[in-house]
């Protein structure tokens, strides 16, 4: 593909409008509302999402996660020992980005970055399927391996370990939490008038100011 092949591919989105009297006072809310509306369209991995992190040098790093929980934050696991678990370590804060192409939509989301607490990332765990659990053990998250030969043993070497009995969290398996401060919901328009939502808080326990943005 040659580079003015990209620079000719654009789309007019053409869906209707998006104003502040159409959110919820709550963003958490307005976020429920909009991910209904988008797994109804695209239910396989509907729940993924971009999350950026930045190591202790601002060096940034982005990857697509699956959403695993909404309450007063946005939830994901992962392995502690990984790319992001050790960015989150030294630089507790992240973005998050939902992108609903198929009904011009996204969602961004800045914030602090908590652990999740042990009890509730062994309930996630232990709901996982048996696979999965054994893949949490095979696999040193994001370092080097010679071969997929060498993972695959790895695998088969975690599946006789634990054959006949449930599967323990492996101990650098964790969980981590986006306390946002600002989260955006942008629809797109017609010749790129795009509406732009945020919502905006000082701190944890402020109330929410909500603002539209330009495009």
Same mark, same amino acid.
């Given at each position: 593909m @040659?580079?003015d092949?990209?620079a000719?591919r654009?789309e007019?989105?053409? @869906?209707?409008?998006?104003d502040?009297a159409?959110? !919820?006072?709550d963003?958490?809310e307005q976020f429920?509302r909009w991910y209904g509306e988008?797994?109804?369209?695209?239910?396989? #991995?509907?729940?993924?999402?971009?999350?950026a992190?930045a190591?202790?040098h601002?060096?940034?790093s982005?990857?697509?996660?699956?959403?695993k929980?909404? #309450?007063?934050?946005?939830?994901f696991?992962t392995n502690?020992t990984?790319h992001?678990?050790?960015?989150?370590?030294?630089?507790?804060?992240?973005?998050l980005?939902?992108?609903?192409?198929?009904?011009?939509r996204q969602v961004r989301?800045?914030?602090?970055?908590?652990?999740?607490?042990?009890?509730e990332?062994d309930a996630?765990?232990?709901s996982?399927p048996?696979? @999965?659990?054994l893949g949490?053990?095979a696999s040193?998250? @994001?370092?080097?391996t010679p071969?997929? !030969?060498?993972?695959e043993q790895?695998?088969?070497?975690?599946e006789r370990?634990?054959a006949?009995? #449930?599967?323990?969290r492996?101990? #650098?398996?964790?969980?981590y939490?986006?306390i946002?401060d600002?989260i955006?919901?942008w629809?797109?328009?017609s010749?790129?008038?795009?509406d732009?939502?945020?919502?905006r808080r000082? !701190?944890?326990?402020?109330?929410w100011?909500?603002l539209r943005?330009?495009?």
């Open positions: @040659s580079a092949d990209l000719a654009r007019d989105y053409s @869906s209707t409008g998006f502040r159409d959110v !919820a006072d963003p958490f429920q988008w797994l109804a369209v695209e239910p396989y #991995d509907a729940n993924a999402m971009a999350v992190t190591d202790a601002g060096r940034p982005v990857r697509f996660v699956l959403l929980g909404v #309450d007063h934050g946005f939830v696991f502690a990984s992001k678990g050790r960015d989150i370590a030294v630089n507790p804060q992240a973005s980005c939902f992108g609903w192409i198929g009904v011009q989301v800045t914030g602090v970055v908590e652990p999740v607490v042990d009890e990332v996630y765990f232990a996982r048996r696979g @999965s659990q949490a053990w040193n998250q @994001s370092r080097p071969d997929r !030969a060498a993972l790895r695998w088969s070497d975690a370990r634990f006949g009995r #449930d599967v323990p492996p101990p #650098d398996w964790g969980g939490r986006v946002p600002e955006e919901f629809q797109g328009r010749s790129r008038l795009h732009r939502i945020v919502y000082p !701190a944890p326990d402020a109330p100011e909500i943005l330009m495009p």
